[in-house]
């Protein structure tokens, strides 16, 4: 009995060597995101409370990894059959994407011109295309910041 007890030890710890795991290449490739830096632009229309929008958006992106900053301008005119009047917004843009193939993408607008006011739009990046679908709200402020007047729920189709 004492000599199979002493002919198992060496199996024992093979066995158990075996199923440690350690010494391998545990090391994950680090993960791949879509290159989405750049200027992308595309048209936008809405309608609140009878007041109809028609604008041109367009963005310019930075990206680190999955990290995405930049800044963005709205120019067009809203109307409401009667009267007509020019608007324009500029902005930061902060924001994230997911890895792989037509990842999605997270932005949050923050207004140039009513500091404390920000906005947040998801969706994702056509990687085929080079086409970001975000969705999310446009708001027109009151001149002095103090409340929003107008909220058009949008979804912008913007080309690279």
Same mark, same amino acid.
């Given at each position: 009995?004492?000599?199979?007890?002493?002919?198992?030890?060496?199996?024992?710890?093979?066995?158990?060597?075996?199923?440690?795991?350690?010494?391998?290449?545990?090391?994950?490739?680090?993960?791949?995101?879509?290159?989405?830096?750049?200027?992308?632009?595309?048209?936008?229309?809405?309608?609140?409370?009878?007041?109809? $929008? &028609?604008?041109?958006?367009?963005?310019?992106?930075? *990206?680190?990894?999955? /990290? @995405?900053? #930049? !800044?963005? %301008?709205?120019?067009?005119? $809203? &109307?409401?059959?009667?009267?007509?009047?020019?608007? *324009?917004?500029?902005? /930061? @843009?902060? #924001? !994230?994407? %997911?890895?792989?193939?037509?990842?999605?993408?997270?932005?949050?607008?923050?207004?140039?011109?009513?500091?404390?006011?920000?906005?947040?739009?998801?969706?994702?990046?056509?990687?085929?295309?080079?086409?970001?679908?975000?969705?999310?709200?446009?708001?027109?402020?009151?001149?002095?910041?103090?409340?929003?007047?107008?909220?058009?729920?949008?979804?912008?189709?913007?080309?690279?």
């Amino acid at each position: 009995m004492h000599r199979i007890a002493k002919s198992l030890i060496p199996l024992l710890v093979v066995l158990a060597s075996a199923c440690s795991g350690g010494g391998g290449d545990s090391t994950a490739p680090p993960p791949s995101y879509n290159d989405v830096s750049g200027s992308y632009s595309g048209p936008m229309s809405g309608i609140d409370q009878g007041v109809i $929008i &028609t604008a041109d958006f367009a963005v310019t992106i930075g *990206q680190n990894a999955s /990290t @995405l900053s #930049g !800044t963005y %301008a709205l120019t067009g005119q $809203i &109307t409401d059959g009667v009267t007509t009047a020019v608007i *324009q917004g500029t902005g /930061t @843009l902060a #924001g !994230t994407i %997911a890895a792989g193939t037509n990842p999605s993408v997270n932005l949050t607008a923050h207004s140039g011109s009513c500091p404390n006011h920000s906005a947040t739009f998801s969706g994702s990046y056509d990687t085929s295309n080079q086409r970001m679908t975000i969705t999310g709200p446009v708001q027109i402020y009151s001149t002095d910041c103090s409340s929003v007047l107008l909220t058009y729920q949008t979804t912008f189709i913007l080309n690279h």
